[in-house]
C-alpha cells in the first residue's frame, strides 16, 4: 500500500524515450516546485541535513524573507511531495520525501554525459 506521497515508477531517463503526456503531468509538479530559488535552497536545506530533518525555526534565519512566505515555500513544497512535516508543540519540522526526490532525478537521468 502506498502512502500519500509515494509514487508508483515513473519512466525511463529522457534521454532514452520520450515522456507519456501522463508522465509529463505526473512529474511538473514536482519540477515546478523546485523552479524557484527560495524553494530550491529550502528543499537542499532540509534534504542535506544530517538529522534527515529541519525545523522550521532553523531554517527563517537563512532567508531575507518574513515567515508567512517562508510558511508558503514549504507548503508549495509539500504539496508537490517533495516533503512531509510533523508538528511538534509550537513548531514544525520538515524531512525530504527522497522517493519523489529520487523518481524526479531519474527522469533526468542520472549519469548524462555530454556526447
Known amino acids: 500500500m502506498m502512502t500519500k506521497h509515494q509514487q508508483p515508477p515513473c519512466c525511463s531517463p ?4 520520450p515522456l507519456t503526456a501522463d508522465d509529463a503531468a505526473d512529474l511538473v509538479r514536482g ?29 527563517t534565519g537563512a ?3 518574513s515567515g508567512p512566505t517562508i510558511s508558503h515555500h ?11 512535516n510533523e508538528r511538534r508543540g509550537t513548531w514544525v519540522f520538515y524531512r525530504a520525501n527522497l522517493e519523489v526526490l529520487e523518481r524526479l532525478a531519474a527522469v533526468l537521468g542520472n549519469g548524462i554525459s555530454a556526447r
Open 31 to 59: 519540477f515546478k516546485a523546485v523552479a524557484d530559488p527560495v524553494r530550491l535552497r529550502l528543499l537542499s536545506m532540509i534534504a542535506s541535513n544530517s538529522n534527515k530533518e529541519v525545523c522550521v525555526c532553523d531554517m
Open 74 to 84: 514549504l507548503k508549495v513544497l509539500r504539496e508537490a511531495g517533495l516533503i512531509d
Open 14 to 17: 529522457i534521454t532514452e524515450a
Open 63 to 65: 532567508f531575507d524573507l
